[in-house]
């Protein structure tokens, strides 16, 4: 594991130590952030994930006196991709702190990422960052890997890849409620309740 990952990964662990117990009453009932959107793309498998800020859940109508409260609202709405995960304006301002530190702002272009269903023998990954409603990617260049010496841009990306698909796996999904209150209709199971 490269240093920077591990930097990542020990602020992530802090990160989600202080937005539990009694910290809960420390969060701002308005957030402080702009809406901000960080999604991932793999065109070979069409895998999408995301990470919302909680300004992004305030902007969408998601109520609650604190972030935790709206991203309770949050994944508690049916139809939610629940391949996004929403979590605090400062763990996603330090995530994209560190895509800044990786040059995400040199390689990428402005707009958005085409969309999965895209069909592109050079396109494999993305990188998206909407900030205030303004998309910027950085798309993997299949080039890259042929070119010798390995360019920077690719060692970059790669990295800031995995960090940012570690944060994804490490931010909690939650919702209220337990297993008897979800239905799940169309598994094994008879419905409301059963597996």
Same mark, same amino acid.
């Given at each position: %594991?490269?240093?920077?990952?591990?930097?990542?990964?020990?602020?992530?662990?802090?990160?989600?130590?202080?937005?539990?117990?009694?910290?809960? @009453?420390?969060?701002?009932?308005?957030?402080?952030?702009?809406?901000?959107?960080?999604?991932?793309?793999?065109?070979?498998?069409?895998?999408?994930?995301?990470?919302?800020?909680?300004?992004?859940?305030?902007?969408?109508?998601?109520?609650?006196?604190?972030?935790?409260?709206?991203?309770?609202?949050?994944?508690?709405?049916?139809?939610?991709?629940? %391949?996004?995960?929403?979590?605090?304006?400062?763990?996603?301002?330090?995530?994209?702190?560190?895509?800044?530190?990786?040059?995400?702002?040199?390689?990428?272009?402005?707009?958005?990422?085409?969309?999965?269903?895209?069909?592109?023998?050079?396109?494999?990954?993305?990188?998206?960052?909407?900030?205030?409603?303004?998309?910027?990617?950085?798309?993997?260049?299949?080039?890259?890997? @042929?070119?010798?010496?390995?360019?920077?841009? %690719?060692?970059?990306?790669?990295?800031?890849?995995?960090?940012?698909?570690?944060?994804?796996? @490490?931010?909690?999904?939650?919702?209220?409620?337990?297993?008897?209150?979800?239905?799940?209709?169309?598994?094994?199971?008879?419905?409301?309740?059963?597996?």
């Amino acid at each position: %594991m490269t240093r920077s990952l591990l930097l990542v990964l020990a602020w992530l662990a802090l990160a989600a130590c202080s937005g539990t117990g009694s910290s809960r @009453q420390l969060e701002p009932s308005v957030p402080s952030a702009a809406p901000k959107v960080v999604t991932f793309r793999d065109y070979r498998t069409n895998l999408r994930l995301g990470i919302v800020n909680d300004g992004f859940l305030a902007s969408r109508g998601f109520e609650g006196s604190t972030a935790s409260d709206r991203r309770v609202a949050y994944y508690s709405t049916p139809g939610v991709d629940l %391949m996004v995960k929403a979590t605090s304006d400062r763990l996603l301002d330090g995530l994209l702190e560190y895509f800044e530190d990786q040059g995400f702002s040199r390689y990428a272009t402005q707009g958005p990422a085409p969309p999965e269903n895209v069909s592109n023998a050079r396109l494999t990954t993305s990188l998206e960052v909407i900030v205030g409603g303004k998309a910027r990617t950085w798309l993997f260049d299949v080039d890259w890997s @042929q070119a010798k010496p390995t360019p920077k841009a %690719m060692s970059r990306y790669l990295e800031t890849r995995n960090v940012f698909l570690e944060a994804h796996r @490490q931010i909690e999904q939650y919702a209220t409620g337990g297993a008897g209150d979800w239905n799940f209709e169309g598994a094994t199971g008879s419905g409301k309740g059963s597996l």
